[in-house]
């Protein structure tokens, strides 16, 4: 049964005071006795009840058919469709949308959570901040489903909260990616990753290890590129291509495809006869460089567009016991220019 969210209403009731009562004694009013204030305030402390500082505003319809968003990077392209894939939908059943954006900050993530929260929302679909998932810290996330706000995880999820969570299969799309590099004939096989920290990165480099292992193909860490603040792609892939043979190349994301592709192409290779490309998200630019990149296909329109019927669903039926539910989305690979042909 879903967590119902706490009310000055249902605080007025375990006390047997009125809904007046309650305010005031949240709101430290010399009105109300020291115990009484105590009482109620400590009550309401330990159910983590929360006011949207409008005037009774348990007395409000629950349902106010608004949505909170939260995404890492709107400049990310997968972001950017799982976002129009959520608004089809919301649009589609009258919800609107407050979208926030948490640049990867914990610090942010949380006070935009805090904000939209006190803005008596219905509801969250949320992606998990770089920096969050790094800390393991989770507790604003269990706050706000404490309180009786659903939440759906998308993408970046944690198995610490539980809540519905719409994914895509990241070690499956790895793992493919690397088997098509097999069949046409490659053998050195590197990986680069500027997403290495976050679940989906490690998730596509548990597919790549996977594939190379069962084709009895040692894997190297030399070949297995995790760019961040330190180090850029293009130093590390110089150092990569003058020092080892290489002749395949997965990018765990759109970037990092483009930037290896004016790399490799810059050290006088031949795109896909020296080495093939694959890269994760298929957005604008894979197919508008020259050779057009081979992308692994999250379909994050789609992902977005089953969050939202998810988490509609639980708003408009929140009284019907239901499990959280767990949605995959499978990949597939969508063949350009940067790979040889089976």
Request: with cysteine; aromatic share 6%.
């Amino acid at each position: 049964m879903k967590k119902k969210r706490i009310t000055l209403k249902d605080i007025a009731k375990e006390f047997n005071v009125s809904i007046a009562t309650v305010s005031k004694a949240l709101n430290d009013s010399y009105e109300i006795s020291t115990r009484t204030k105590s009482m109620i305030q400590e009550y309401a402390k330990e159910l983590e009840y929360k006011s949207n500082n409008s005037f009774y505003n348990n007395d409000k319809q629950r349902n106010t058919k608004t949505i909170g968003v939260i995404i890492p990077n709107m400049l990310n392209h997968f972001f950017t469709k799982v976002f129009v894939g959520i608004e089809k939908i919301a649009t589609q059943k009258g919800y609107n949308l407050i979208t926030c954006i948490s640049n990867e900050s914990l610090e942010k993530e949380m006070t935009v959570m805090e904000l939209l929260k006190n803005s008596d929302l219905d509801g969250f679909i949320l992606s998990i901040a770089e920096e969050t998932q790094i800390k393991q810290d989770f507790k604003h996330f269990q706050n706000a489903i404490n309180q009786g706000i659903p939440i759906v995880m998308i993408d970046r999820v944690t198995d610490e909260i539980e809540c519905d969570k719409v994914i895509v299969n990241d070690e499956e799309g790895s793992y493919n990616a690397v088997n098509y590099f097999i069949k046409t004939g490659c053998k050195n096989i590197a990986i680069v990753s500027n997403i290495h920290k976050l679940s989906v990165g490690k998730l596509r480099l548990s597919g790549y290890k996977r594939a190379l292992l069962e084709a009895d193909i040692p894997i190297d860490d030399d070949y297995i590129l995790k760019v961040d603040e330190f180090n850029d792609v293009d130093t590390l892939l110089k150092i990569l291509l003058d020092s080892k043979k290489v002749d395949a190349i997965l990018c765990l994301e759109e970037d990092s495809a483009i930037s290896t592709l004016k790399m490799v192409l810059y050290k006088g290779y031949k795109v896909p006869e020296d080495i093939s490309i694959i890269g994760f998200t298929n957005g604008v630019l894979p197919r508008h460089v020259t050779p057009s990149i081979t992308t692994v296909s999250q379909h994050s329109t789609y992902l977005g567009e089953a969050a939202a019927k998810i988490l509609i669903d639980k708003i408009e039926n929140e009284n019907i016991e239901t499990s959280h539910t767990t949605k995959v989305i499978k990949t597939n690979l969508i063949e350009r220019e940067s790979t040889r042909r089976m």
